[in-house]
C-alpha cells in the first residue's frame, strides 16, 4: 500500500543549564536559527518555550531522522542563548511564564486572564495525511475512542510549579481551561464540522479557528488530520512510536470510514472521563477501554490498540518495529515515570530537569 505521510511537532521548554529554571530565550533561539532549520522553529505562547516540527515522512526511518535532527538543531540554538531544551509537559520548577509579545497572544492574555498566565505546558502533535476533509472527518468520528490511550502513552508533566500533582499527565488538567479544548461529539460530515467550527469562532469566545484545539481536528494549513492530544514524549524514539500508533490509528479509521463502518458509540462525556483516567494514571494504572467502556488494566489497553491497528501496521511493514517500541515504554517507563524516578532518588526538581536535558536529545545506538 502507499503509506500516507506522517509529521510530528513538538513543543519543548528552554531552561537555564544549571538550575532547571525556564528561561524566556525563544526570541534569541529562532533568530539565531540557521537557514535548514528557521522553517522548523516556532514560537508559542510563552518565551520560555518553542515548538520544532518535521517534514512530511513515509517511513519510520525516515520521520525518526528527522524527529533526531530537529531535537539536535534546537539544542545547539538553545546552547548559542545560553539555555538548553527539555522535553517535558509542565516545568516541574516553580517560575512565572513570560508572555511572547505578539498580538495574537496578547488578545490571548487579556482575555482567558490566569488561564493563560499560568498556560506553560508542551504538547506533541501528530499529522497524518488525508485525501479530504470528508475522509478527515470520518477519521476523526472513528479515532476518538482511542485518543485517551495516546495520552496515557505520551504522560510526561507529572509536576507542576515545584507541586507533585498525583498526575502522570498534569498538562491534561491545564491544557482543557481552553474553552475549545478536548474531547469532541462525532460530526457526521465535514458540512457539519466545518459550521460547528465557524459556530465556535462567530461566538465571539475563540479569537481564529487556530484557536479550535479539539484533540483531534482537521488542520488549517496541511490536508492532515491532526492529532493534539499527547504530552511531548521525553524520549524521541516514543515520540516516533505515537506517529507511527496515530497514522495507524487513521488509516484503520479512513478504512472504516470507505467500508460506511459507523464510528463507535462512546459518549463525549464518557471520553472526558476517559482523558481524566489516562492523566492520573498514565500507564500505572487502569483505563477505560474504548470498546467497552470499563476500567481496565493499561496493559490490556495497549493490546487493544495494537490489536486495532495491526492489519493496518502489518500492510505497512511497521508492525514488528511498533511492538518492540510498545515493549520498550512499557519496560522503561513513561516520560512520568521517569520523572518521578529521577525526583524519588534525589528530591530536587532540577535533578529532574537535568535528566530530561539529558534524554532529549539521546539518539539510539
Not at 487513521?250 to 463525549?268: D, F, I, K, S, Y
Not at 512520568?336 to 537535568?354: H, I, M, T
Request: charged share 25%.
Amino acid at each position: 500500500m502507499d503509506e500516507r505521510t506522517v509529521g510530528v511537532e513538538e513543543e519543548l521548554l528552554l531552561v537555564e543549564p544549571a538550575s532547571g529554571q525556564p528561561r524566556a530565550v525563544s526570541g534569541a533561539v529562532l533568530r539565531g536559527a540557521g537557514a535548514d532549520d528557521s522553517a522548523h522553529f516556532h514560537n508559542e505562547l510563552q518565551m520560555e518555550q518553542i515548538e520544532i516540527d518535521t517534514l512530511p515522512s513515509r517511513s519510520l526511518d525516515e520521520l525518526a531522522g528527522e524527529v533526531y535532527r530537529r531535537r539536535h538543531a534546537a539544542a545547539l540554538g538553545a546552547r548559542a542563548a545560553g539555555a538548553e531544551i527539555a522535553a517535558l509537559g509542565t516545568s516541574p520548577l516553580p517560575f512565572k511564564p513570560s508572555l511572547t509579545p505578539e498580538p495574537r497572544y496578547e488578545w490571548m492574555a487579556d482575555h482567558y486572564g490566569l488561564t493563560a498566565a499560568e498556560n506553560l505546558t508542551c504538547g506533541c502533535h501528530v499529522h497524518v495525511a488525508v485525501a479530504s476533509d470528508e475522509e478527515g472527518v470520518g477519521v476523526i468520528d472513528r479515532v476518538r475512542p482511542w485518543l485517551p490511550v495516546l495520552l496515557a502513552m505520551s504522560s510526561n508533566s507529572p509536576f507542576w510549579q515545584g507541586r507533585v500533582t498525583g498526575y502522570a499527565s498534569y498538562r491534561g488538567q491545564v491544557w482543557p481551561r481552553w474553552p475549545s479544548a478536548g474531547p469532541t461529539g462525532t460530526f457526521g460530515s465535514a458540512e457539519n464540522y466545518h459550521r460547528i467550527v465557524q459556530d465556535m469562532v462567530d461566538s465571539g469566545v475563540l479569537l481564529d479557528k487556530g484557536m479550535i484545539y479539539f484533540d483531534a481536528r482537521l488542520s488549517r494549513h496541511y490536508p492532515t488530520v491532526e492529532i493534539r492530544i499527547g504530552d511531548v514524549c521525553l524520549e524521541a524514539e516514543d515520540a516516533i512510536m505515537l506517529a507511527a500508533l496515530v497514522r495507524g490509528l487513521v488509516e484503520t479509521a479512513a478504512r472504516e470510514w470507505q467500508a460506511g463502518r459507523p464510528p463507535l458509540r462512546v459518549p463525549t462525556e464518557v471520553l472526558r472521563l476517559a482523558n481524566w483516567r489516562a492523566s492520573k494514571s498514565g500507564l500505572g494504572g487502569d483505563l477505560v477501554h474504548p470498546a467497552i467502556l470499563r476500567p481496565m488494566p493499561a496493559t490490556v489497553v495497549l493490546d487493544a490498540l495494537l490489536d486495532h491497528v495491526a492489519p493496518v501496521l502489518d500492510d505497512i511493514g511497521d508492525l514488528s518495529t511498533v511492538k518492540d517500541m510498545v515493549k520498550a515504554l512499557v519496560t522503561r517507563g513513561t516520560g512520568a515515570d521517569q520523572q518521578r524516578q529521577v525526583y524519588d532518588q534525589r528530591n530536587r526538581f532540577s535533578d529532574v530537569v537535568a535528566h530530561a536535558v539529558a534524554r532529549t536529545t539521546e539518539c539510539p545506538p
